[in-house]
């Protein structure tokens, strides 16, 4: 439908009274129009399609992203040991710093659905980029431990949270066709930060100190700000809704009533539609009705409205409670049986293999006897193997006769064997070896597990979905970090932490395959009732 709006402006033939009318007729028509149907929702000016090129674009700024947030938080324990020597801290101390940033982590992605929809994802990550860069350049100066944990840890970490996990379900939503490889490619700025940062990093401690190699890491955590820029509104493909049956659904089944409920409910049923006999009268009980109080018909309406008005008022107490529930927390999403072994599956792969990267060099350096430079080198390879594994995992997750969750549970399976060999390594090309194979299996988790949940809830609740994710299991690893520190300040093994993280990573292997059956048996009930409604 097509409006012929006049210039009016250039029209002499109308008056000023006369414009306005026209202009308010104009706009009276385009609104009905509109309520009716006949113009569709219009779209912001800079909307883009899914699968465009500027989606690519995207991308390549969520790569970046990806480098200045979780690619060089894992290079953090390169300043382990230049902290321990001049604060005279043990390892419980500087893990910590590992620990508040993942717990500053899962404070940032449980503000992440609400800063987003509020603010929109350009704003919400240029705030949090600048943040990111001041918090570094902070703890650079710091001359106390706990500053260093504060600025280092925590602020760095909610900064970083809210960076990584809208680039995460930022992905999933440029693109419909070539979701999984869009989103591993994305999160390639992970293994890309690991493989250019940590051997950067090393030789600027080297030159400069550990304090001006973080003041100059910080100049470079402020290209995610630069990256933030790239975000536009996207035009979300329409999604069918799931399917809700009443049997067999995963969100939950409806509850059978057993004979004993049944037949208590027919007695009350009966009793109550029976009519009430005075007990007194034994001999003829049909003879006489139970007559009630006898009240006036004023008295009868006040306690009715009484009545009404409390249970009116405690229904109000309760929708409110609930309305302030649900806008912080959509109860809905946890509603799904998928969804929550989802999120149990997080805990488990993501504490097991941030718990592994965080003792890899603590390892290299105390129990294998190499030196700093060869250590960073075994960071440099891990990020080299995750580079490759991303991009493979990421056309295979694209693959429609591969299963996404099968796919990575077969790699938690070997990613598990993986890290429990780590601790038999007794030399620098074993270890190595060793390191390479681990980053082939460890990474496709991160790159596969949002398309996962965008299949699950849908892409307009992603964000959501993804910031709850990453809320739920960085707090769990942040006390993970911190028991696993002063276990070897106990034991003084450093090969202990590298046994529960095989076993960690070995349970999501199990959630994945519960998934896969639950999926399975959704689809099979939506079939059959699809058979049954047509």
């Not at 290209?223 to 790239?230: E, G, N």
Request: net charge positive; charged share 15%; glycine share 8%.
């Amino acid at each position: 439908m097509r409006y012929n709006l006049v210039s009016v402006d250039s029209d002499s033939r109308l008056s000023p009274n006369r414009r306005l009318l026209h202009l308010f007729n104009v706009l009276i028509e385009i609104l009905m129009a509109g309520t009716a149907g006949e113009v569709p929702t219009r779209q912001p000016p800079d909307a883009v399609l899914p699968d465009s090129k500027w989606s690519w674009l995207v991308v390549c700024g969520n790569t970046v992203i990806g480098i200045t947030t979780l690619g060089f938080f894992r290079c953090i324990p390169v300043y382990f040991r230049p902290i321990m020597l001049e604060f005279d801290a043990e390892y419980g101390d500087v893990a910590a710093i590992m620990g508040l940033f993942t717990l500053g982590m899962a404070l940032g992605c449980f503000f992440l659905p609400f800063l987003t929809s509020k603010f929109g994802s350009k704003r919400t990550c240029l705030a949090a980029g600048f943040l990111l860069g001041i918090a570094n350049i902070v703890s650079s100066q710091s001359h106390t431990l706990v500053l260093i944990q504060i600025f280092l840890g925590f602020i760095s970490g909610c900064s970083a949270g809210i960076l990584f996990f809208t680039s995460l379900f930022s992905s999933s939503q440029y693109f419909v066709k070539h979701r999984a490889k869009a989103t591993g490619i994305s999160t390639l700025g992970l293994p890309m930060g690991t493989l250019v940062i940590a051997p950067i990093l090393e030789l600027l401690t080297t030159l400069y100190g550990w304090r001006g190699s973080l003041l100059i890491a910080s100049g470079i955590l402020f290209h995610s700000c630069v990256s933030a820029m790239l975000y536009r509104p996207v035009i979300l493909a329409p999604t069918a809704p799931r399917r809700k049956s009443t049997r067999g659904s995963i969100s939950g089944m409806r509850k059978k009533s057993t004979p004993t409920e049944l037949n208590e409910f027919s007695k009350s049923k009966i009793l109550s539609d029976s009519p009430q006999f005075d007990d007194h009268d034994e001999k003829n009980p049909m003879t006489k009705l139970v007559t009630p109080t006898e009240k006036s018909d004023f008295e009868i309406t006040r306690e009715m409205e009484v009545a009404s008005n409390a249970q009116q008022n405690k229904n109000s107490c309760n929708s409110t409670f609930k309305n302030k529930v649900k806008s912080i927390i959509d109860v809905e999403l946890f509603k799904l049986i998928s969804y929550d072994i989802g999120l149990l599956s997080s805990i488990f792969y993501c504490s097991g293999y941030v718990g592994a990267n965080t003792f890899l060099i603590p390892y290299a350096l105390e129990h294998v006897h190499i030196d700093t430079l060869q250590a960073s080198t075994i960071l440099s390879l891990l990020g080299g193997a995750e580079c490759v594994a991303k991009i493979v995992t990421g056309f295979l997750g694209d693959v429609k006769c591969i299963n996404k969750c099968i796919l990575l549970a077969i790699m938690a399976v070997v990613c598990s064997i993986i890290v429990a060999t780590i601790t038999v390594c007794e030399s620098y090309l074993s270890l190595a070896v060793i390191t390479f194979a681990y980053g082939l299996f460890v990474t496709a988790y991160m790159g596969i597990i949002p398309v996962i949940f965008c299949d699950i809830v849908g892409p307009k609740k992603l964000a959501t979905a993804v910031g709850y994710q990453g809320c739920i299991y960085n707090s769990f690893l942040a006390l993970y970090l911190y028991l696993m520190g002063r276990l070897v300040d106990r034991t003084g093994d450093v090969r202990q932490p590298f046994y529960s993280c095989a076993t960690l990573i070995g349970l999501t292997s199990f959630c994945l395959i519960a998934i896969f059956l639950l999926e399975r048996r959704q689809k099979k009930v939506n079939k059959m009732l699809a058979d049954i409604e047509t």
